[in-house]
């Protein structure tokens, strides 16, 4: 076999026009099933305490499985995943452990150090990697450790535990390389860091999602059993089921054959009768406890696991090997080195010519981060009628009016882009838009249905809210799904020289109904300025804005109003778009644009209160809480919420008005951003040299105050982005009394949460957060594309010095991809100084994707697996090398693109 250079593009082009399915098979198994909503039928709503890690090895999931560095197909009938037993731990290790919200000092938190160290989005090729002590695994000691901490201590992890000490621990890697879409070959090599000779079991296992416990009673059952080996394999395993087929799994080293049922044990959990002998937990009991009788002697079931015990002597390595295959094979491991050395090299093309001329270090950012998102494709099971129902058993009655009732249309069974598939095993509607932005840069197809996902009619309310996510879909995030939508249609039509306006109509159509939901919904007093509570921002408020104030008072948000000026002018751009081609649409683009002035006129203080978001004095837009006596009070804090409506700015080029007289008429009637005779917005009708033009809620008078804010070290930027509270705020400020909220103190706290507001497990109030520095880097851009290189401010950070906007965004851009990279004292301000990522070289080159960063370290914080938005870095990184468009994004489809 040969490599090609261009193969992974191939499979995705014959994924994009249906011609194989690449996607079928993929790590669309979760890190974590348990603690979730979906698996929660307790009266109380008590996810994390109905259902926790101690039940998971003996209690079969109801809608999603779980497993170590895991596959499945894209409908998650049939599953694959490792585990693993050192000889000492009280559990088979089957699945990654972490502490729930009230056992961590910061919340919820997987105690285990994995990596997601390569992926092609075909999933043609994949690698993971799972750090294993040699020691028992120190289960009681990360629980009482951080239920001992404080809030204002860091969480203790696995590294604090000394488990890894004197490299007492196995680095065990899981390839999977696809011969075909129904054909993986599988690698799992163990490699001993250790002083010692040691041994390890591995059990790679294959099993069933139990569906047939909750389907009909004489459903047809699925079946594992063992077959005759062919050639080459020491043992084979037949798996039928009655949707997916008939699939082989095949094994060229010696084991112990395991075979039980995906059942819940009973017995074991509540004292109970067990349906039958054989039970999910089987394999933790043979091989921990002895149980030899608890596995099935008849080599059939519904759960499969291949018990290999691997002797190793130090610096040395063990491995095994393994075929899936829909087609039975005469000799399954004829090819299945070469297979291995073909994928790897696909995937080294793949990603070199995305950025060719990329130093090592930022080609691994690169390479990683998107590797990260790639394993976080999950495949999500929620049907919240049936859940509501309560299945077989009858739910209290307060389930009736409980989490998600008035959601019981929404019926996921879909692959989806995660967050973290530990921490947030969960769709969340603001972070999807962002993970589409990333996911554009290798597979705009999966992007573009992504998108399209949660705009359908099983997803979308009927009033037009967009779900946020299970754990109350009724929440309001940011409106972020026309912004996606833009992004991904301009990427593909770099990439193929056309975009794909059907694909534009399809989601407009859909955002629209939204749109008007905000507008009902969220701004209840008709006046343009907008609620919306949390949005996503968690605890930066100095109070919790998802409850309601005292009957009387309101309050008008800056970052939702900024929010929907965004959402009005990205709207406006999307029909301007289709209008090329389809006029028809203009006057949507009439509408959308007029929304937007509205909008802009309510912030300039012309309506509602009289009392302008934007403060002229302090030059930064402020929250303002209206009294019942309609006076209003604006709330003194320096935070993103202030900074959001930077955002709502668009360039929009001559092609776009040249078929559209009553959009122009509409610019020229309120040129230079006058609405009713008075300047609200920058919406000059001069163009720049290009011909084209500027809408944007911020003036260039306005942008130079809120920029000479955010460019100074003494308030929001740090060397590592800006930080989500000025540090201004760094000693406390008493703002007083509030009315409707009561004495209020702002605080910067630049780490981790010493709040319990939201579970506490994640901080607005200081640390640098990725997807609103990259928008803000977007939008200064955009000003930057209109206004020219001859606009600039003084930036404090240097000594007041002229920069132009360009220069600004690139610093910025810089600062953010600089907390993955080594520094001049060749440090990686992502990690305590003290870690083994710094110094060793079995930990140096791999990355961790943090949900948050410190405020002045740089080190990550949160989720520690959470690719997802924070994947934007690889945005980030493809800038530095894209100041002007390559000739691979401008090849047309048929040559080199996707």
Same mark, same amino acid.
């Given at each position: 076999?040969?490599?090609?250079?261009?193969?992974?593009?191939?499979?995705?082009?014959?994924?994009?026009?249906?011609?194989?399915?690449?996607?079928?098979?993929?790590?669309?198994?979760?890190?974590?099933?348990?603690?979730?909503?979906?698996?929660?039928?307790?009266?109380?709503?008590?996810?994390?305490?109905?259902?926790?890690?101690?039940?998971?090895?003996?209690?079969?999931?109801?809608?999603?499985?779980?497993?170590?560095?895991?596959?499945?197909?894209?409908?998650?009938?049939?599953?694959?995943?490792?585990?693993?037993?050192?000889?000492?731990?009280?559990?088979?290790?089957?699945?990654?452990?972490?502490?729930?919200?009230?056992?961590?000092?910061?919340?919820?938190?997987?105690?285990?150090?994995?990596?997601?160290?390569?992926?092609?989005?075909?999933?043609?090729?994949?690698?993971?990697?799972?750090?294993?002590?040699?020691?028992?695994?120190?289960?009681?000691?990360?629980?009482?450790?951080?239920?001992?901490?404080?809030?204002?201590?860091?969480?203790?992890?696995?590294?604090?535990?000394?488990?890894?000490?004197?490299?007492?621990?196995?680095?065990?890697?899981?390839?999977?390389?696809?011969?075909?879409?129904?054909?993986?070959?599988?690698?799992?090599?163990?490699?001993?860091?250790?002083?010692?000779?040691?041994?390890?079991?591995?059990?790679?296992?294959?099993?069933?999602?139990?569906?047939?416990?909750?389907?009909?009673?004489?459903?047809?059952?699925?079946?594992?059993?063992?077959?005759?080996?062919?050639?080459?394999?020491?043992?084979?395993?037949?798996?039928?089921?009655?949707?997916?087929?008939?699939?082989?799994?095949?094994?060229?080293?010696?084991?112990?054959?395991?075979?039980?049922?995906?059942?819940?044990?009973?017995?074991?959990?509540?004292?109970?009768?067990?349906?039958?002998?054989?039970?999910?937990?089987?394999?933790?009991?043979?091989?921990?406890?002895?149980?030899?009788?608890?596995?099935?002697?008849?080599?059939?079931?519904?759960?499969?696991?291949?018990?290999?015990?691997?002797?190793?002597?130090?610096?040395?390595?063990?491995?095994?090997?393994?075929?899936?295959?829909?087609?039975?094979?005469?000799?399954?491991?004829?090819?299945?080195?070469?297979?291995?050395?073909?994928?790897?090299?696909?995937?080294?093309?793949?990603?070199?010519?995305?950025?060719?001329?990329?130093?090592?270090?930022?080609?691994?950012?690169?390479?990683?981060?998107?590797?990260?998102?790639?394993?976080?494709?999950?495949?999500?099971?929620?049907?919240?009628?049936?859940?509501?129902?309560?299945?077989?058993?009858?739910?209290?009655?307060?389930?009736?009016?409980?989490?998600?009732?008035?959601?019981?249309?929404?019926?996921?069974?879909?692959?989806?882009?995660?967050?973290?598939?530990?921490?947030?095993?969960?769709?969340?509607?603001?972070?999807?838009?962002?993970?589409?932005?990333?996911?554009?840069?290798?597979?705009?197809?999966?992007?573009?249905?992504?998108?399209?996902?949660?705009?359908?009619?099983?997803?979308?309310?009927?009033?037009?809210?967009?779900?946020?996510?299970?754990?109350?879909?009724?929440?309001?995030?940011?409106?972020?799904?026309?912004?996606?939508?833009?992004?991904?249609?301009?990427?593909?039509?770099?990439?193929?020289?056309?975009?794909?306006?059907?694909?534009?109509?399809?989601?407009?159509?859909?955002?629209?109904?939204?749109?008007?939901?905000?507008?009902?919904?969220?701004?209840?007093?008709?006046?343009?300025?907008?609620?919306?509570?949390?949005?996503?921002?968690?605890?930066?408020?100095?109070?919790?804005?998802?409850?309601?104030?005292?009957?009387?008072?309101?309050?008008?948000?800056?970052?939702?109003?900024?929010?929907?000026?965004?959402?009005?002018?990205?709207?406006?751009?999307?029909?301007?778009?289709?209008?090329?081609?389809?006029?028809?649409?203009?006057?949507?683009?009439?509408?959308?644009?007029?929304?937007?002035?509205?909008?802009?006129?309510?912030?300039?203080?012309?309506?509602?209160?009289?009392?302008?978001?934007?403060?002229?004095?302090?030059?930064?837009?402020?929250?303002?809480?209206?009294?019942?006596?309609?006076?209003?009070?604006?709330?003194?804090?320096?935070?993103?919420?202030?900074?959001?409506?930077?955002?709502?700015?668009?360039?929009?080029?001559?092609?776009?008005?040249?078929?559209?007289?009553?959009?122009?008429?509409?610019?020229?009637?309120?040129?230079?951003?006058?609405?009713?005779?008075?300047?609200?917005?920058?919406?000059?009708?001069?163009?720049?040299?290009? @011909?084209?033009?500027?809408?944007?809620?911020?003036?260039?008078? !306005? /942008?130079?105050?809120? &920029?000479?804010? %955010? =460019?100074?070290? +003494?308030?929001?930027?740090?060397?590592?982005?800006?930080?989500?509270?000025?540090?201004?705020?760094?000693?406390?400020?008493?703002?007083?009394?509030?009315?409707?909220?009561?004495?209020?103190?702002?605080?910067?706290?630049?780490?981790?949460?010493?709040?319990?507001?939201?579970?506490?497990?994640?901080?607005?109030?200081?640390?640098?957060?990725?997807?609103?520095?990259?928008?803000?880097?977007?939008?200064?851009?955009?000003?930057?594309?209109?206004?020219?290189?001859?606009?600039?401010?003084?930036?404090?950070?240097?000594? @007041?010095?002229?920069?132009?906007?360009?220069?600004?965004?690139? !610093? /910025?851009?810089?600062? &953010?991809?600089? %907390? =993955?990279?080594? +520094?001049?004292?060749?440090?990686?301000?992502?990690?305590?100084?003290?870690?083994?990522?710094?110094?060793?070289?079995?930990?140096?080159?791999?990355?961790?994707?943090?949900?948050?960063?410190?405020?002045?370290?740089?080190?990550?914080?949160?989720?520690?697996?959470?690719?997802?938005?924070?994947?934007?870095?690889?945005?980030?990184?493809?800038?530095?090398?894209?100041?002007?468009?390559?000739?691979?994004?401008?090849?047309?489809?048929?040559?080199?693109?996707?």
């Amino acid at each position: 076999m040969t490599t090609q250079p261009n193969a992974e593009r191939q499979r995705l082009k014959n994924q994009r026009y249906h011609a194989e399915n690449w996607r079928l098979w993929g790590p669309y198994l979760s890190e974590r099933a348990w603690g979730t909503v979906r698996e929660d039928y307790s009266p109380d709503g008590n996810a994390w305490g109905y259902f926790d890690h101690d039940q998971a090895r003996s209690r079969a999931y109801r809608w999603n499985e779980d497993g170590l560095g895991g596959i499945s197909d894209e409908s998650q009938r049939l599953c694959f995943s490792l585990g693993l037993w050192n000889g000492h731990d009280a559990i088979l290790k089957e699945r990654a452990f972490g502490l729930t919200g009230k056992q961590g000092n910061h919340g919820e938190d997987v105690k285990e150090c994995y990596f997601y160290l390569d992926a092609t989005p075909s999933h043609a090729w994949l690698h993971y990697l799972y750090k294993y002590p040699q020691c028992a695994f120190p289960y009681e000691r990360l629980m009482e450790e951080n239920v001992r901490r404080s809030r204002r201590d860091p969480p203790f992890s696995m590294i604090d535990s000394g488990s890894f000490a004197e490299g007492r621990y196995w680095d065990i890697e899981v390839f999977y390389a696809k011969a075909s879409t129904e054909e993986l070959c599988i690698q799992i090599v163990a490699t001993n860091r250790g002083p010692d000779e040691t041994s390890l079991w591995l059990l790679p296992q294959l099993w069933f999602r139990n569906d047939w416990s909750w389907r009909e009673k004489n459903a047809e059952k699925p079946l594992l059993n063992a077959i005759l080996p062919p050639d080459g394999a020491a043992w084979a395993v037949a798996a039928a089921h009655p949707m997916l087929g008939r699939y082989h799994l095949y094994g060229a080293q010696q084991a112990d054959l395991l075979y039980t049922e995906n059942e819940t044990n009973n017995e074991r959990l509540w004292g109970l009768a067990n349906a039958g002998p054989y039970v999910k937990d089987a394999f933790h009991r043979y091989l921990v406890n002895g149980e030899r009788t608890a596995v099935n002697p008849q080599q059939q079931g519904t759960k499969f696991g291949a018990a290999h015990k691997l002797t190793v002597a130090p610096g040395q390595t063990g491995a095994i090997t393994l075929v899936l295959s829909a087609l039975p094979k005469s000799e399954p491991f004829a090819f299945h080195e070469e297979i291995l050395a073909q994928r790897l090299s696909e995937a080294n093309a793949f990603f070199t010519s995305l950025l060719p001329e990329a130093t090592a270090q930022d080609h691994r950012i690169l390479r990683q981060s998107l590797a990260g998102m790639i394993w976080n494709k999950q495949f999500y099971h929620y049907d919240v009628s049936t859940w509501l129902k309560g299945d077989e058993a009858t739910p209290p009655s307060s389930r009736q009016y409980g989490r998600n009732h008035d959601w019981r249309h929404l019926n996921a069974k879909d692959v989806i882009s995660m967050p973290d598939a530990w921490e947030y095993p969960w769709f969340a509607a603001w972070d999807l838009a962002f993970h589409c932005t990333v996911m554009a840069l290798i597979d705009i197809d999966f992007s573009k249905d992504q998108v399209e996902l949660l705009l359908r009619e099983n997803y979308l309310h009927p009033d037009g809210q967009i779900p946020a996510c299970e754990w109350a879909f009724g929440d309001v995030n940011p409106p972020l799904h026309a912004m996606s939508a833009l992004k991904v249609f301009r990427a593909e039509r770099v990439q193929r020289g056309k975009g794909d306006t059907a694909f534009l109509k399809r989601v407009l159509h859909k955002l629209l109904l939204t749109h008007t939901w905000w507008i009902n919904r969220n701004d209840v007093t008709g006046m343009n300025v907008f609620e919306g509570g949390f949005l996503g921002l968690d605890n930066i408020s100095v109070y919790n804005r998802s409850q309601p104030l005292p009957a009387g008072y309101t309050l008008k948000q800056a970052d939702a109003t900024g929010w929907m000026a965004m959402f009005s002018l990205q709207l406006t751009l999307i029909a301007l778009e289709i209008a090329v081609d389809d006029p028809a649409y203009e006057s949507i683009a009439v509408q959308s644009y007029s929304q937007f002035l509205a909008i802009a006129n309510t912030l300039a203080g012309h309506t509602g209160a009289g009392v302008p978001i934007w403060d002229e004095a302090d030059g930064f837009f402020k929250d303002i809480v209206v009294q019942p006596d309609g006076s209003a009070r604006r709330i003194n804090v320096f935070s993103w919420v202030g900074i959001i409506p930077l955002f709502a700015c668009e360039v929009v080029d001559a092609r776009l008005l040249a078929g559209c007289p009553r959009f122009n008429e509409l610019l020229w009637k309120h040129k230079g951003g006058m609405f009713d005779g008075s300047v609200i917005c920058a919406c000059p009708v001069d163009t720049n040299e290009r @011909g084209e033009h500027l809408l944007s809620l911020v003036t260039p008078a !306005m /942008l130079v105050k809120i &920029l000479v804010r %955010i =460019f100074d070290e +003494d308030e929001f930027l740090s060397q590592f982005g800006v930080r989500s509270v000025s540090k201004r705020h760094a000693t406390g400020q008493d703002l007083g009394h509030i009315p409707g909220i009561g004495n209020a103190i702002i605080q910067y706290v630049p780490g981790e949460s010493d709040s319990a507001l939201f579970g506490g497990n994640s901080n607005w109030r200081g640390p640098v957060w990725m997807p609103t520095n990259y928008l803000l880097v977007q939008a200064i851009e955009k000003m930057h594309r209109y206004l020219g290189d001859a606009f600039t401010f003084p930036a404090p950070c240097l000594n @007041g010095y002229e920069i132009n906007l360009k220069y600004a965004s690139t !610093m /910025l851009a810089e600062r &953010l991809a600089d %907390i =993955f990279r080594r +520094d001049e004292t060749d440090v990686i301000p992502n990690f305590p100084i003290d870690s083994p990522h710094q110094t060793d070289p079995h930990w140096g080159n791999l990355l961790l994707f943090h949900e948050y960063f410190h405020g002045e370290t740089g080190q990550g914080l949160g989720a520690a697996h959470q690719t997802g938005w924070t994947g934007l870095v690889a945005n980030l990184v493809m800038r530095r090398y894209r100041t002007e468009i390559p000739e691979y994004w401008r090849n047309p489809e048929g040559n080199t693109g996707p």
